[in-house]
């Protein structure tokens, strides 16, 4: 009986081992496949998000693209480009035209009489461009050129009689005075200047004060364009001449606002090699998360059919 016993209680363990190996090894391949699949699902979802990331940079860079973003950069200068000032004066007259430094004008001597014309002028004629029928007549006038001296010109113009009732002169600006005193068609020239650049007026009775500053706008063929801002500003003067009733006098000053020339032009802020590296990172990241789906879903797969022949051997061992 003892015997029999001692046997007894040395098969009970054995059998005890050998019912919870298989569960124990069957937990483990259970864990591990429950992992594999988690693991998929992760890399899937990797997947998803580069792909979007994908679309979304050569979205970004077609909508850059097709919005370039405006650069606007200042450089400082001590000379300008003389400019010219084309004046429309009708039946106004010239009396004087002085240049001037440092925003000193000295009173005035006998104002409304000629005084001294200092100043470079050229008197043209020329068809209207936009009518192409009547003539103009345009007197010319160099511009100041010395920022650094604040540097200024002063014109008084002189109008007799008038019969309307508000009483101006027409004025416009180009960039380069000695463009047009170089060109072989001046008449053309002057043509091309009124029909790119707008033209503005004073009025007779005021001092008009213009301050002017160049933008240069770079076009993306790479041309160039000019245009002159102002900033005006109107003084009142005070006649103390025995004068007939439709004198009228006009007084206007021209001088740079500031030694800076802008410069405006589009760039794409676009960097095609940012987002090659960027897009080769990605596709690299989803040939890495592929490579692993595939060798995941093979360890799966032999995972699973080592657990299905280790299940066999165990019936087979069975029957």
């Not at 008084?156 to 068609?185: C, K, M, R, V, W």
């Not at 020239?189 to 009124?194: A, G, I, L, Q, V």
């Not at 001092?207 to 002159?228: A, H, I, N, Q, Y």
């Amino acid at each position: 009986m003892e015997v029999h016993e001692d046997a007894s209680s040395v098969i009970l363990p054995d059998s005890e081992l050998g019912t919870t190996a298989p569960s124990l090894r069957f937990s483990k391949t259970c864990l591990k496949n429950v992992f594999s699949v988690i693991l998929l699902f992760i890399y899937l979802l990797l997947m998803a998000v580069a792909v979007f990331l994908v679309y979304q940079t050569i979205s970004d860079f077609r909508e850059k693209l097709k919005h370039p973003v405006m650069s606007v950069s200042y450089k400082e200068v001590s000379l300008y480009d003389a400019p010219g000032i084309a004046f429309y004066p009708g039946k106004a007259r010239l009396l004087s035209c002085k240049h001037h430094y440092y925003d000193h004008i000295p009173p005035l001597i006998n104002p409304g009489q000629p005084g001294d014309i200092d100043c470079t002028t050229q008197r043209i004629n020329y068809t209207d461009p936009f009518t192409n029928q009547s003539m103009k007549y345009a007197l010319v006038v160099q511009g100041p050129r010395d920022v650094k001296k604040k540097e200024l010109v002063f014109l008084q113009f002189h109008l007799n009689g008038t019969d309307q009732d508000f009483s101006a002169i027409d004025y416009l600006l180009f960039s380069s005075f000695q463009e047009f005193i170089n060109s072989p068609e001046r008449a053309e020239f002057m043509k091309d200047c009124e029909s790119s650049y707008s033209s503005w007026k004073f009025s007779g009775g005021f001092r008009t004060w213009v301050k002017m500053s160049l933008v240069k706008t770079k076009e993306e063929d790479g041309s160039e364009t000019v245009e002159f801002k102002q900033e005006t500003s109107v003084v009142n003067y005070i006649d103390q001449r025995t004068k007939p009733r439709s004198d009228q006098l006009f007084f206007v000053v021209f001088e740079w606002k500031d030694p800076f020339i802008q410069t405006v032009q589009d760039i794409v802020t676009a960097n095609p090699w940012n987002m090659i590296a960027l897009l080769c990172g990605i596709f690299l990241a989803l040939f890495k998360a592929a490579d692993f789906a595939k060798l995941s879903v093979k360890w799966m797969i032999k995972i699973r059919k080592r657990h299905l022949k280790r299940s066999h051997q165990v019936r087979n061992h069975i029957n």
